[in-house]
């Protein structure tokens, strides 16, 4: 499900899964809610709303039912991991280490 980032309220994301007919709401605390049997009407003018926080509760929070759970919260490191490889890069040998060498390492 493709989630569209907002800031309203205790809102921090949206999104919709058209064929399940799935709405999830994730919020500032890292909580996420989905709702199911949303239509698609509902979805498209919540995420058009100019007051998404509002919306919400009016809208959304009283007439369907929720299934509370965690939000996919990606920290700053897990971005980064993504984008550059989760794992560390691989210790490279100094050079000086053969210099310096104690008597009886090899």
């Known amino acids: 499900m ?10 921090r994301a949206i999104g919709y899964d058209s064929k399940e007919r799935i709405l999830r709401v994730e919020f500032d605390d890292g909580t996420a809610i989905d709702y199911a049997g949303v239509g698609s009407d ?3 003018r919540f995420s ?25 919260v990606a920290s700053q490191r897990a971005e980064l ?8 890069a691989p210790k490279k040998p100094n050079p000086l280490d053969e210099l310096f060498k104690r008597p009886g390492e090899e």
């Open 2 to 11: 493709e989630m569209k980032r907002i800031n309203a309220g205790k809102l």
């Open 42 to 44: 509902v979805w498209k």
């Open 48 to 72: 058009t709303s100019g007051a998404a926080w509002s919306f919400y509760r009016d809208n959304i929070e009283e007439e369907f039912a929720g299934k509370r759970g965690r939000a996919a």
């Open 81 to 88: 991991d993504a984008l550059f490889g989760a794992d560390p």
